[in-house]
């Protein structure tokens, strides 16, 4: 196959690249901290915040993701105003930006939260209460005790969503954001050749997401050196 259209097209995937990255990127430092909230919520004695972390998560879990960013956009998209700024050679509809993050925040949070509770539970029982009994208070507790050896459980699953989350980026070439996908939409259209750009993309995103798994592996592995079950 000739794929000569690269040289004329090239800075359209490299932009796109660069977008899409950002998407992940945030997305993953929002969608993280608001899972930790709600874990936390869900794992709390109080049962309002309980009542709120379960609600939350059924409801992100159980509607589509696609439908959850057209709803934002709507939402959001005349409430925030912000202009138009370029990214390479793509000029990105900040405010559609912004609203797209969010709809895939909240959507990876409730994942997220899942994920980490799931890990907290797998902790012994008897962490807490050996803490509980040398002084520490419950935050005390929970933040040196129980989420670093959470951490060792819950690293292989939340790896998954975060390259769940690389790959979902391209829900928001929907609503006009060109990303990755949306970048090689225009080279399909500028140079008339039908198959080929999305090829590319698709390359692109393996790049994106096996090297993702990669760096994950080796994290996992330094976390577990030393430590035995």
């Known amino acids: 196959m000739d794929y000569s259209f690269l040289t004329v097209y090239y800075n359209y995937f490299l932009s796109g690249t660069l977008v899409t990255l950002i998407i992940s990127f945030i997305t993953v430092i929002l969608g993280t901290i608001l899972g930790i909230v709600l874990a936390l919520m869900k794992l709390s004695s109080f049962r309002p915040l309980r009542w709120f972390a379960n609600v939350y998560i059924e409801v992100f879990r159980g509607t589509p993701m696609l439908v959850q960013i057209?709803?934002?956009?709507?939402?959001?998209?005349?409430?925030?105003?912000?202009?138009?700024?370029?990214?390479g050679i793509l000029d990105i509809d900040f405010s559609r930006l912004s609203a797209g993050i969010v709809a895939l925040s909240l959507n990876s949070a409730a994942y997220v939260a899942e994920i980490i509770r799931g890990g907290i539970n797998a902790v012994d029982?008897?962490?807490?209460?050996?803490?509980?009994?040398?002084?520490?208070?419950?935050?005390?507790?929970?933040?040196?005790?129980i989420l670093p050896q959470a951490l060792r459980n819950i690293l292989p699953p939340l790896g998954n969503e975060f390259i769940v989350l690389i790959k979902d980026s391209s829900l928001l070439s929907v609503i006009g954001i060109y990303e990755l996908m949306n970048s090689a939409q225009i080279v399909v259209t500028s140079?008339?050749?039908?198959?080929?750009?999305?090829?590319?993309a698709a390359v692109i995103y393996f790049i994106l997401t096996f090297s993702t798994s990669q760096l994950l592996k080796i994290w996992e592995k330094k976390l577990g050196k030393g430590y035995r079950r």
Do not use: D, K
């Not at 050996?130 to 005390?140: C, F, K, T, V, Y």
């Not at 140079?191 to 590319?200: N, Q």
């Open 191 to 200: 140079s008339f050749i039908p198959m080929r750009p999305l090829y590319v």
């Open 125 to 145: 029982i008897g962490q807490n209460e050996a803490s509980r009994s040398l002084g520490l208070s419950g935050g005390q507790t929970m933040r040196y005790v």
């Open 70 to 87: 057209i709803i934002s956009v709507g939402l959001l998209h005349n409430l925030i105003s912000f202009p138009t700024f370029p990214i």
